[in-house]
């Protein structure tokens, strides 16, 4: 099993930068693939960002895509969400999440990390 613990939420002005941490622990051999969704109240949780463990695919929801960057560190297992130009309506919870070799789907979540962005 893999457990996620995310890290780096707060409260920042509209304009203004944060970055989460996602730190993973446990079976982390087997991490294929790890991202981040976000969900606002009374709204779907979507899509944020992705990236494999290996190579350079990564991809970014419409909405994020020039404002947010994901990363990754392999020797420290862990990914990073890089958010700049921050919006009000990027204020959510968001989850840090895994996908394991072989799986058909992110199988893995952390427990969420709030952003509330102020206009």
């Known amino acids: 099993q893999v457990q996620l613990v995310e890290s780096g939420g707060g409260l920042v002005q509209a304009g203004g930068s944060l970055r989460l941490s996602c730190a993973a622990s446990?079976?982390?051999?087997?991490?294929?693939?790890m991202g981040w969704f976000r969900q606002a109240p009374g709204k779907e949780r979507e899509f944020v960002a992705a990236i494999n463990w290996s190579g350079d695919s990564s991809n970014y929801a419409g909405s994020v895509k020039g404002r947010f960057t994901i990363s990754r560190d392999n020797a420290k297992n862990t990914v990073y969400l890089q958010m700049n130009s921050l919006k009000p309506e990027d204020t959510a919870l968001y989850y840090c999440t895994a996908r394991g070799v072989g799986g058909t789907g992110f199988d893995y979540w952390g427990q969420g990390t709030q952003v509330t962005v102020s206009s």
């Open positions: 446990g079976r982390t051999f087997s991490i294929y693939r």
